[in-house]
């Protein structure tokens, strides 16, 4: 584990960012571990911690109803700017909490014992944190069971980005990116926001299978992901699809702002030199769906970048053609 960053909170939110757990439904392994460390140090509440810039999000919690709270109330968000674990034996007694609604109101916190989850790179985003309602101590034994928990929270955050990629290209594995294309679909649905999807696929690819073999497949797919992911920006996903096709979804960005990162993309794609029989040229074609009110589900969205991808295809490949949509505009 690296040293903690603590002064670098750009940093420590693209981290977080990262996990995308972030106003997610509970999970069954946060579940058990905060149900474990609520049973084991025989306290009320027990919470998985996230803090985002403005609010605390709850992975887990248990002995509470309430899936966020503001951050400027947040014991966790004194937590993350500590390397340690961060131990109030009385609220009402600390000058930091005394006047905190939360010590005051509803749920009463008296004590309080929370571990930072630390990222790999050496960002806190969140802590796992053990709650009471009386004043109370925290033995170094008790707080040992909080820190090897708090590692598990922080292994089960890496296992699910890890299983979520494809081997080959970085990329989100189709089921992984489908996943964050449901969630964008709920947020853009909830908040009113512009996203973009964008289904790309390498031109002619069987000729470079068929004429080089699958090795030379293999390395263009990797140029062609390296080259996506370097032009994208770091909240946006690129996920493989199957084959030879690639899904990329572009956040808080309009119909303009995706089809012009969509020929940001093509314009890379097409000035690569894959390193195969002497230098091979690649192209790629694009399709550009900005969400739409008509827009439920993720195959909604697919759809409608897939009939665009089409007519790249169709039109000649290597190019970008965008989604009309027209008949959203007139349904809304």
């Known amino acids: 584990m690296r040293e903690p960053k603590f002064h670098d909170e750009e940093g420590r939110i693209a981290a977080l960012i990262r996990y995308d757990v972030l106003d997610t439904p509970p999970e069954a392994p946060f579940e058990k571990i905060t149900l474990l460390v609520k049973d084991v140090l025989q306290v009320p509440i027990c919470a998985v911690s996230l803090v985002d810039r403005e609010q605390q999000w709850f992975k887990s919690i248990q002995g509470l109803d309430t899936r966020e709270t503001p951050r400027s109330i947040s014991f966790c968000a004194h937590t993350i700017r500590t390397d340690e674990a ?3 034996t ?14 005051l109101g509803e749920p009463h916190i ?7 989850l630390q990222s790999p790179d050496g960002y806190n ?3 796992l944190c053990a709650i009471d309602v009386v004043p109370r101590e925290f033995s170094d034994a008790q707080l040992g069971i909080l820190r090897s928990f708090a590692s598990l929270v ?14 080959l290209t970085g990329a989100l594995t189709r089921r992984g990116f489908v996943e964050q294309v449901k969630k964008e679909i709920s947020r853009c649905r909830r908040h009113g926001r512009e996203s973009v999807l964008v289904l790309l696929d390498i031109d002619h690819f069987k000729r470079v299978n068929d004429g080089h073999g699958h090795p030379a497949g293999d390395s263009v797919l990797k140029a062609a992901a390296s080259a996506c992911l370097e032009g994208l920006r770091e909240n946006d996903l690129l996920g493989r699809l199957g084959g030879e096709e690639f899904g990329i979804l572009l956040t808080e960005t309009d119909a303009g702002g995706g089809l012009e990162a969509a020929e940001k993309l093509r314009k890379a794609i097409a000035g690569l030199r894959v390193d195969v029989a002497g230098g091979l ?3 790629a074609s694009f399709g550009v769906a900005p969400f739409a009110a008509s827009v439920s589900k993720p195959e909604d969205w697919i759809a409608r970048a897939d009939e665009a991808l089409y007519s790249a295809k169709r039109g000649g490949r290597n190019r970008c053609v965008a989604a009309n949509a027209l008949a959203d505009a007139i349904a809304a």
Request: glycine content about 4%.
């Open 86 to 88: 961060l131990i109030v």
């Open 90 to 103: 009385d609220a009402l007694q600390d000058p930091r909490f005394s006047t905190n609604p939360l010590v």
């Open 110 to 116: 008296r004590s309080y014992a929370g571990v930072p």
């Open 125 to 127: 985003v969140g802590a």
């Open 154 to 167: 922080v292994d089960e955050l890496e296992l699910r980005r890890i299983a979520e990629r494809d081997h």
């Open 281 to 283: 040229r690649v192209t």
